[in-house]
């Protein structure tokens, strides 16, 4: 910073009656607030957080019992981040919550300009619909509901479904983008394709011959657990394990190889018991759900414990250490591809560790 000079009473002055003037006409000086406004690193608002799945969960439960998945539209309890209360947000650009659908119940169909994502926690028999085609969830899936895309919920088992919502609101309103509607025809959309087509039409490694790229979005909705684990189990007994992620595999769009999303990336890793991370820092800030496992993540300074289902998020550009107790496997999300696009994305692997 440029040393201070010397101000006389006088020019003080002037300048505080300059700068009432200035106020009086919608306007401020730069000099006042350069410092705050382009800062020198990320700056954010948003802390180090935890959210208990065993605590969660009671009170999913009991606001299960107090209102319906109809009338509540979507029965969640969104994540605040502590930093930044009332904003409904978990990160400076990313909302989170925690939806719950009890047996029988339908949380009816509507499209909105956010993109969102879906990673199950628990239960059997719940589905989505996205875009005509029925998803079947199981714990551990990733399905995605791009934008405008007609999507609703509902529970053919006997259990809670619960799943982690991550939506891109903040960024659609940043941009004041936002759109909504319901369905215009019932509670439930029409389904035009049987269940599994999009997966037989695009993640084989082939696509349908008329096939021509349009959408920003992933034409493959659903990613299933069972294929991300084989995945990571075979890389892992593969090698070589990252020392900063693990095994860590992306989500991506199988028509284009980018991210599923436009806004919002996703990740699958796996660590093994003992494993201690390097330290990583990058500036999208990531909200990560605990498949299995149990560990310590070290954000910032901050401990944080986490167990299955435990829901956790570090803020942009602070590093991370990841003390893994119980072999883990993390699911987590960003708005990474928003930035990359926007030139914006820096990450740094530090050396040093504990
Ligand atoms: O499932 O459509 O957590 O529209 C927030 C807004 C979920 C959904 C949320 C939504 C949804």
Known sequence: MLDQPFLSDELVQKRQDLYSRLDQVATAPLWSVMSKLVTATPQPASVPAVWSYQVMRRLLLEAGGLISAKEAERRVLILENPGIRGMSQITQSLYAGLQMILPGEIAPSHRHAASALRFVIEGEGGYTAVDGERITMHPGDFIITPSWTFHDHGNNGDTPVIWLDGLDVPMVNLFDASFAQGYPGGEVQALTRPENDASARYSQGLAPVEYVHTSTSSPLFHYPYSTARAALDTLYRNGPVNPWHGVKLQYINPTTGGPAMPTMGA???????????????STDASVFCVKQGSGVSHIGGTLVPWEAGD???????SAVIHEVQQDAVLFSFSDRPAQKVLGLWREEQMETTL
Do not use: E
Not at 311 to 317: A, K
């Open 311 to 317: 829901v956790f998020m570090v803020p942009s550009w």
């Open 267 to 281: 990740f699958i890793q796996l660590y093994q018991a003992g494993f201690v991370s390097r330290p990583y820092r």
